[in-house]
């Protein structure tokens, strides 16, 4: 069974950073796109970041710009997503995702065929 956990939300005052994991099922990991999705109340899910299952291409969303990075380590089957000048817009529910499709990294939330539960970010302000 295919299975994406995440962790690492939490309450951070804004200006703060937090880094958020996803473990991935071995089976699928090393040959997945992985991406971060996000969804404040009354809002559409939205694209965060993706990375490559080789490690190096990336991708961000408008509201990644400038102040989150992606990572992954495939030896471990964990994709990072880390934080920084995080800001009240920021709160919102994480989800982890992963694309076994050609390798092209998509932006829409279709894409991806695995999803975790999630997991609550609440930055203060």
């Known amino acids: 069974q295919v299975q994406l956990v995440e962790s690492g939300g939490g309450l951070v005052q804004a200006g703060g950073s937090l880094r958020l994991s996803c473990e991935a099922s071995v089976e699928i990991f090393s040959s997945c796109v992985m991406g971060w999705f996000r969804q404040a109340p009354g809002k559409e899910r939205e694209f965060v970041m993706a990375i490559h299952y080789n490690g190096v291409r990336t991708a961000y969303g408008e509201c990644a710009s400038g102040r989150f990075t992606i990572s992954r380590n495939n030896a471990e089957n964990t994709v990072y997503l880390q934080m920084t000048s995080l800001k009240p817009e920021d709160t919102a529910v994480y989800y982890c995702?992963?694309?076994?499709?050609?390798?092209?990294?998509?932006?829409?939330?279709?894409?991806?065929?695995?999803w975790g539960h999630g997991t609550q970010v609440t930055v203060s302000s």
């Open positions: 995702a992963a694309d076994r499709g050609p390798g092209t990294i998509q932006s829409s939330a279709n894409a991806y065929e695995y």
